[in-house]
């Protein structure tokens, strides 16, 4: 296996994984998205609402706001699977009178290690004479749960093959490709400057028959974008503790059964 890191922020990675097949990235895939526990709102307790959202809307907004958490260390201290015990809650509490926009930096946390990743989220406009007051506790939860806890937006493709068989007929292919795949080489000529961009919309191979596009079922380009209070490499990592932690379950069933 090798892994070749293409793109990488803080919140976003794109790489390419070699010597794979699809079920071991689609089990990546769903790891990312599904098992790597993330904070975020989940009881709200409303003291004063007179807005123009009733309870349960504003309170599904708030579960939507996505909070660091990583200095508390939550992952390695929870046992309770993030359902009441103290390492892995933590206590917001909101107060605001209108006229004004409520914002998700708004929000005041009782840890100084969780706050918005976003200060600009709005959450509800108020009017002259309406108020909002809550108190709110948050858990760690998985993606597996509920959308609120997903850590990722996490997609994969396979590593194109992009073939060039007669040149004097890319001028169409140029033109229809969207991602730059095909352009002028350092030598002058036209031909494929830009392969691994292909993302095997076939369009190209429909307007010229210069060109043939296929696939390497082997290697695959992820896309990992972080919606959490994780980056993106963060959760690739945890991803592949999670994964390596259900493998060594599987083997221990397998050899007590044998």
Known sequence: ?????LEKSDRKIVMQIDDINPAFANSLRRIMLNEVPILAIEDVEFTDNNSGFYDEVLAH?????PFTFSKLNLKSECKCGGKGCSNCEVQFTLTKKGPCLVKSGDIISSSLDVKPIDTEIPLVELLEGQAVKLQAMGHLGTGAEHA????????YRYFPIVKVTDKSDLGPAMKVCPN????????????????????????????????????????????????SGLSAEDIFSQSLDILGEKAKEFVKAVKAEV
């Open 1 to 5: 296996m090798d892994v070749k890191i």
């Open 61 to 65: 907004r708030l579960g939507l706001v």
């Open 148 to 155: 609120k806890w997903q850590a990722a937006v996490v997609g």
């Open 180 to 227: 730059g795949v095909f352009g002028k080489k350092s030598d002058g000529s036209i031909g494929v400057v830009k392969a691994i961009n292909c993302d095997l919309n076939m369009r190209c191979t429909e307007v010229s028959d210069g060109v043939s596009i296929s696939h390497d079922d082997t290697k695959f380009i992820f896309t990992i974008e972080s919606v």
